[in-house]
């Protein structure tokens, strides 16, 4: 009889982008140091190639293109992934038979990112187990459960009813029905399915979640129960792997030197993530209310950040001149280490999930500018559920950018957040020490993992 123990393989199936990758390589690296071969499949993008080099160890196979990617110009994201899913199934199948070729019948499973589901077809044909990874938090996926059942034309229909937008969805407080992320990802309709598609769990014996029962602990619960297959809570997965993640863009590291001259707790640092645009006119307002607020500040500023400027070569001369009193732009930062730095005193942040985790982790309070969708939820708990940050909401204004600055930095009300962010550090960092509930998960998710 086949020994299933000698299966020591992992395939990962990462999202081509920043905050997918990290997380999926984070927990490569968590799997690895308890004895597994890490393979990677990844679709043909330079960029994540090189960054990827660095993660010592893996091996790294590429899924071929099968469409011309032409074919998905004008789409919404919603229906570009579906697509996407449609186009990769063949090629992937592929991919994962020649793997068992070439490294013999030892892959324990694949591990895929919830929004690369075509990988299950091949799960299924080779009869490999599979687990699925969301990168986002439990909250999100329990959203994606409550919009996978809802109908379009009715949820548009009450979400016109104040009434309704406000309501609490049952069992899962405080999230309301206007709470539910369907921002920025094209029309209703077509999300509405791809969340059909995402949460459908297909032949997946899990799902592993970026997450911990001290943050998220009803959530988790839901959807155990929801789900109807296991839930391993992994996170905060940076810590889990000690490492911060490969980056797809140069850090600079000229900002630590920088942050070592300023005051404790001083500093607000800020980063909108990896795809965020703002005008220049926002940038200036910005500028202007961090420049008036007289605390020092770390910006980052990445090329075509800026709409209509290639970056902080060329900048406006009136931001250069406020930068040089009083900050220092980079155009990519070590961030877990700038957060991590006893200078910063606040992260101006757009709250995706990863800065999220590893703000916490630091016990760093946030401004919160969310975006789009998820971050929008991810920036309600900060400011309302954990109650570690403020949100600024409408549009960026100095005088309101000036006050939620120093609100954060200088005032009772910031102390306070830090107080409860510092808390919730102390919890997080306890998860995935000997005896955490992160910790107890991993080793239960490596045990399923070897026995399968």
């Known amino acids: ?37 890490i393979t990677v499949a990844k679709r043909q993008f330079k960029q994540i190639s090189s960054s990827l080099q660095h993660v010592p160890g893996f091996d790294f196979v590429t899924i071929p293109e099968s469409s011309d990617m032409s ?55 080779f009869k490999l187990p599979s687990i699925i990874f969301s990168t986002s938090s439990a909250t999100i996926q329990v959203c994606y459960c409550v919009l996978s059942k809802l109908e379009a034309e009715k949820f548009l229909i009450d979400m016109k009813d104040p009434e ?3 309501k609490v969805l049952e069992g899962l407080h405080p999230l309301r029905y206007k709470d539910l992320p369907t921002s920025g990802f094209g029309p209703l309709e077509p999300l509405l399915e791809m969340c059909r598609e995402v949460v459908n769990t297909r032949t997946a014996s899990a799902i592993i979640i970026n997450t911990a029962n001290s943050l998220e602990s009803s959530s988790l619960s839901w959807l155990q129960q929801e789900l109807g297959i296991t839930v391993y809570p992994l996170g905060p997965l940076h810590i889990t792997a000690s490492l911060p993640g490969p980056s797809l863009l140069q850090e600079d590291r000229s900002c630590v030197e920088w942050l070592n001259k300023q005051t404790p707790r001083s500093v607000i640092y800020i980063s909108l993530g990896s795809k965020a645009h703002m005008e220049t006119k926002e940038m200036l307002e910005m500028a202007w209310g961090l420049s008036n607020s007289k605390q020092p500040f770390l910006w980052v500023i990445r090329p075509g950040s800026i709409l209509g400027s290639d970056g902080i070569e060329s900048l406006p001369e009136e931001i250069s001149k406020m930068v040089l009193e ?91 957040m830090r107080e409860r962010a510092l808390v919730l550090k102390e919890k997080l960092k306890a998860t995935v020490t000997s005896a955490g509930s992160s910790y107890n998960a991993l080793n239960e998710l490596v045990k399923d993992l070897k026995t399968q």
């Open 71 to 125: 074919e998905f110009k004008g789409l919404g994201p919603a229906e570009f992934l579906m697509k996407l899913n449609k186009t990769n199934e063949a090629s992937f199948k592929e991919c994962i038979s020649q793997l068992l070729l070439q490294q013999g019948n030892d892959i324990a499973c694949i591990i895929y990112d919830k929004l690369m589901y075509f990988c299950e077809a091949a799960a299924k044909e």
């Open 164 to 166: 309704m937008q406000d």
């Open 326 to 416: 009083r900050g220092y732009i980079v155009k990519w930062a070590p961030q877990i280490e700038v957060l991590a730095h006893p200078a910063v005193g606040g992260f101006w942040s757009h709250c995706g999930w990863n800065s999220t985790l590893e703000s916490i982790v630091e016990g760093v309070p946030m401004i919160c500018r969310p975006l789009q969708g998820e971050q929008k939820l991810n920036a309600m708990y900060i400011e309302s559920v954990w109650r570690i940050g403020i949100q600024l909401e409408g549009e960026v204004e100095r005088g309101c950018v000036e006050r939620s600055v120093k609100r954060l930095i200088m005032e009772e009300e910031g102390a306070g």
């Open 1 to 37: 009889m086949e020994n299933r123990a000698e299966k020591r393989r992992i395939v990962l199936v990462p999202v081509a982008a920043q905050g997918h990758v990290t997380p999926m390589m984070q927990l490569g690296v968590a799997l690895q140091l308890k004895g597994f071969s």
